[in-house]
C-alpha cells in the first residue's frame, strides 16, 4: 500500500488534486477511475469527441491528451525520483503540449486505448516500488515531488478532468 503523502510532499498547488483521492489504496482508486472514464467517454461519436463548451477551450479529445501526457511526464518523474536521479526536471506548459499533441486529429477509440494503456504502465510503475522509495523526492518545475505524491496527483488530475466533462462537455 502507498502511503497518503503529507502537506510539504509537494507544491501546495497540488494538493487540489490529491485531496479527490479518498481513503484506501490509490492504486484501487487508479483503476476505477480508469473504467469511470472509459465508461463516461467510451460511447461518444467522434462528433460529439470534437466538442469544445467554449472558444478556446480544448475539446474533449483534447482533455482526453492532456490527462495522458500528464500522467506520463508525471510518472516519469516517479521513476526519476524513486532511481534517485538528482536532476531537477522541467515544467511541463500544458496549452503548448496540448497544441502539439494532434489529438483532435486521433480517433477517440485511440485516445482512450491509449489512455488505458498509459494507466496499466502507471499502475505498474507503482507496484513496482517498495515503501522507501515512494517516500523518496525530487525536483520538477522547481519545486519537491515525493514520489508517492505523485500518484495521487495523478489519480486525482484524472478525477478532476472527468469531473470538467461531465460538467461542462456532456
Not at 117 to 144: H, M, N, P, W
Request: proline share 4%; net charge negative; hydrophobic share 35%.
Amino acid at each position: 500500500m502507498i502511503g497518503r503523502p503529507a502537506q510539504p510532499e509537494c507544491f501546495e498547488y497540488y494538493w487540489r488534486y490529491i485531496d479527490k483521492v479518498p481513503g484506501g489504496e490509490v492504486i484501487d482508486f487508479l483503476k476505477s477511475g480508469l473504467r469511470q472514464t472509459l465508461e463516461v467517454l467510451g460511447g461518444l461519436s467522434e462528433e460529439q469527441a470534437n466538442y469544445r463548451y467554449a472558444p478556446g477551450k480544448w475539446s474533449i479529445k483534447e482533455v482526453i491528451g492532456h490527462v495522458i501526457d500528464t500522467e506520463r511526464v508525471f510518472a516519469y518523474r516517479a521513476l526519476s525520483f524513486a532511481r534517485g536521479d538528482p536532476a531537477h526536471l522541467p515544467s511541463m506548459e500544458q496549452d503548448d503540449w496540448a497544441q502539439a499533441s494532434n489529438a483532435g486529429q486521433r480517433s477517440l477509440t485511440e485516445l482512450l486505448d491509449d489512455l488505458e494503456a498509459t494507466r496499466r504502465c502507471t499502475i505498474a510503475l507503482f507496484q513496482s516500488f517498495d515503501e522507501e522509495q515512494t517516500t523518496l523526492k525530487g525536483v520538477a518545475s522547481g519545486y519537491e515531488f515525493s514520489v508517492r505524491s505523485i500518484v495521487y496527483i495523478i489519480a486525482g488530475h484524472e478525477q478532476h478532468h472527468r469531473e470538467v466533462l461531465e460538467e461542462h462537455y456532456l
